[in-house]
């Protein structure tokens, strides 16, 4: 029997786990399972995209119901094979943070996979309870990477002013996929890889360090920060079996889903990867010398995530992609339910595709951004140059994904790409794989080669990181 790396991705509305062949870096096979995580009531307060946490938006999700996700997720994969797992590689949902207790946090009393205990929801990257007003109160970083809502350190300060007592209660904090890596070591600290310390802020990843002085003397918790390790480095063994993973398997510090996923498909210098699932990133590598600037440049929309090795990604990451879609499918099924007729999110898809590919194209402009974004977070959604004639179906789902489109786009130019050398994209992720209409849109929109088909996958490319470092 070959050996296989264990990959697995703690995402936002599902997680997935993949055996890739250590010799051949090939998937023998695969399960995704959804969480079904989110909190619509969390401990008495109302906290959901559309409900409020003290008069602004919140996001948690319950770490039981992901873990039980993940655990529904391995007992699909054939156990005589994960009883030949050489190693086990993590990544997951980025910014987010948990908190738990050193020496405590699960209970393996199941011998076969663990539970959580005394943690607590997790925020997620989604959470918006950091208001802009709140985020300029807060001491500047040290860091070419901003503070935004839903990052750890900006929830901590959060939390510091609005809740100091729940912070006492726990002794560790870190992203979901740290806390698995964590409790399935049985580490007494959280080990932290600088993609997922960055998406936290307050990190500088030129000298992979905290800004410790800086956090410390605005009275921040520093006693929470995880302890930084290189990004495709081992920090521990499995401490007992898992769903037929032998006990002292090596464990991978836990990655970024984004930089996995670019792992898991650009092959080449001139790729750039145009990624649309619930979010979208646009990304291409930056030469190997490149450094990134000394501050943050908040108004800016180009990002430089610290990938592998000391180098960098640019990206325009837009929190704006299959969510704005599956939000317009959501609020047409309301409408319809009030109406007294009821229609499945899958047959509305079917058929809002369909119409909007009858309607080749449509002067309708629809601008998505309903969630607002990172550099601008007051710039919310609109629809323009409504008339008798545009009002169709087929018109606006035409113009929301054209829109979609056109933001990431708005956000990293063509000409940036040019002057990058990309000389194509690779499309991926959920939203753009399933609907025919964003793919017509994206190669209207790129005068650049556009190939399908190499479909970026975190977990893949989780498994890859620690495959190609055997």
Known sequence: MPKFILGIDVGTTSVKAVLLAADSRTVAVGHPEPTAANLSDVRGIKVSSSCSLFGIQAKEQDPGLIINALN??????PRDKLQHVSRVALTGQMHGVLFWTAKGGCDWSDRDFFTPRDTSQLVTWQDGRCSSDFLSSLPKPESHLGLSTGFGCATIFWY?????????NFTVAGTIQDYVVSMLCTLDTCMMTPQNAASWGFFNTATNLWNENILKAAGFPVRLLPRCVPSGALVGQTCSAWHGVPAGTPVGAALGDFQCSVYSCMSAPADAVLNISTSAQ?????????????????????????YFDSSYLSVAASLNGGNVLATFVDTLTAWMKELGAELSDSCMYEKLIGCALNQETSDLTVSPTILGERHNPLCLGQVSNISTSNLSLGHVFRALCRGIVSNIVSMMPVERLQQAGVGRILGSGSALTRNEVLRQEVER?????VVYGQNADSAVGAAMVLSDRL
């Open 445 to 449: 929109a790129f005068p650049l080669e």
């Open 282 to 306: 646009l990304t291409f590598a930056m030469p190997a010398d490149f450094i990134p600037p000394d501050s943050p440049q908040p108004e800016s929309s180009i990002s430089y995530f610290p």
């Open 160 to 168: 510091m002013k609005h809740s100091p007592e729940f912070l006492e």
């Open 72 to 77: 529904r997720c391995l007992a699909q994969l």
